[in-house]
T-cell receptor, first 110, second 116 residues
């Protein structure tokens, strides 16, 4: 059975304290891994797509990496506005189906 | 315009009511989705439309009825819902259902539904 597991469930950081979020997956036929950010009461906002092991993507203080079993989202020197729930999702050979992990809730305090 | 617009933002309905959720995008996307999200849970896929045809129905109860009148609009008709159907209902779109680089989802802000 396909599974997407995110850890930790919650993360509390001081402003400027870098950290990493993990998304591990056991799926057959991974086609793509996606990272989204979700603010309370809002829809998820797209951040990155990763397709191949070894691939890396960066955007401001965020960097996503991908291996054959997991992905990391690194947050460098976070600011309070980086507080959100970060979701990872995978697509497999079943077109149109995104399977989401449960998310990591990040709180960055000044 | 990179927005997916959902209306209404909030909806309270009784178990005997009939209501509809609306979703609109003007990005030329040909795939549209309905997701359901309970508090502190990930989004769960309900329906996928590709080129205005229903391509995926994730065994959703018939009290939820999707409709795609044209390539820009997606509706979700609700009838005889149960209190456990209370959730955030999210609409999303993508350029295509299949094809690398075409899949990323653009989400609307959702409709927060409460069933009394």
């Amino acid at each position: 059975e396909d599974q997407v597991t995110q850890s930790p469930e919650a993360l509390r950081l001081q402003e400027g304290e870098s950290s990493s979020l993990n998304c591990s997956y056991t799926v057959s036929g991974l086609r793509g891994l996606f990272w989204y950010r979700q603010d309370p009461g809002k829809g998820p906002e797209f951040l990155f797509t990763l397709y191949s092991a070894g691939e890396e993507k960066e955007k401001e203080r965020l960097k996503a990496t991908l291996t054959k079993k997991e992905s990391f989202l690194h947050i460098t020197a976070p600011k309070p506005e980086d507080s959100a729930t970060y979701l990872c999702a995978v697509t497999t050979d079943s077109w149109g189906k995104f399977q989401f992990g449960a998310g990591t809730q990040v709180v960055v305090t000044p | 315009d990179t927005e997916v617009t959902q209306t209404p933002k909030h909806l309270v309905m009784g178990m005997t009511n009939k209501k509809s959720l609306k979703c609109e995008q003007h990005m030329g996307h040909r795939a549209m989705y309905w997701y359901k999200q309970k508090a502190k849970k990930p989004p769960e896929l309900m329906f996928v439309y590709s080129y205005e045809k229903l391509s995926i129905n994730e065994s959703v109860p018939s009290r939820f009825s999707p409709e795609c009148p044209n390539s820009s609009l997606l509706n979700l008709h609700l009838h005889a819902l149960q209190p456990e159907d209370s959730a955030l209902y999210l609409c999303a779109s993508s350029q295509e259902v299949r094809g690398r680089n075409n899949e990323k989802l653009f989400f609307g802000s959702g409709t927060q539904l409460s069933v009394l």
